[in-house]
């Protein structure tokens, strides 16, 4: 059974930024992570993916040139660097290994994590 465990959620004022680390229990694979948002009563957004074996990278508009996915291999840990932040972007924020579908911001994965709350204040 594999694990991810997310850390590095809180709170910020708008403008401000947080790090995301997502630890994943197996090494030796390479598979696709993505980084997912929900709020309550809402969907699963897709955030960010990346293909851990070749580094591509994939983002929503909403956060394309704020947000930054990387990964340390060495680590087995993926990180959502999160710049700019908007009020807008107050969230859970879940991360995600092992993709089951075609789209890596799609929320068809196989492990997910707990979640680790984001609140950006105006």
């Known amino acids: 059974q594999v694990q991810l465990v997310e850390s590095g959620g809180g ?3 708008a403008g401000g930024s947080l ?8 090494s030796g694979y390479t598979y696709t992570m993505g980084w997912f948002r929900q ?9 960010a993916a990346i ?14 040139g704020r947000f930054t ?3 340390d291999n060495a ?11 908007k009020p807008e972007d107050t969230d859970m924020y879940y991360c995600a290994a ?12 196989k492990y997910w994590g ?5 609140t950006v204040s105006s």
């Open 11 to 13: 709170s910020v004022q």
């Open 19 to 26: 790090r995301l680390s997502c630890a994943v229990s197996v």
């Open 39 to 47: 709020a309550p009563g809402k969907e699963r957004e897709g955030v």
């Open 51 to 64: 293909r851990t074996g070749s580094g591509s990278t994939y983002y929503a508009d909403s956060v394309k």
């Open 69 to 71: 996915i990387s990964q």
């Open 75 to 85: 680590k087995n840990t993926v990180y959502l660097q999160m710049n700019s932040l």
């Open 98 to 109: 092992f993709l089951l579908g075609p789209s890596p911001l799609s929320p068809q994965y």
């Open 114 to 118: 707990q979640g680790t709350q984001v």
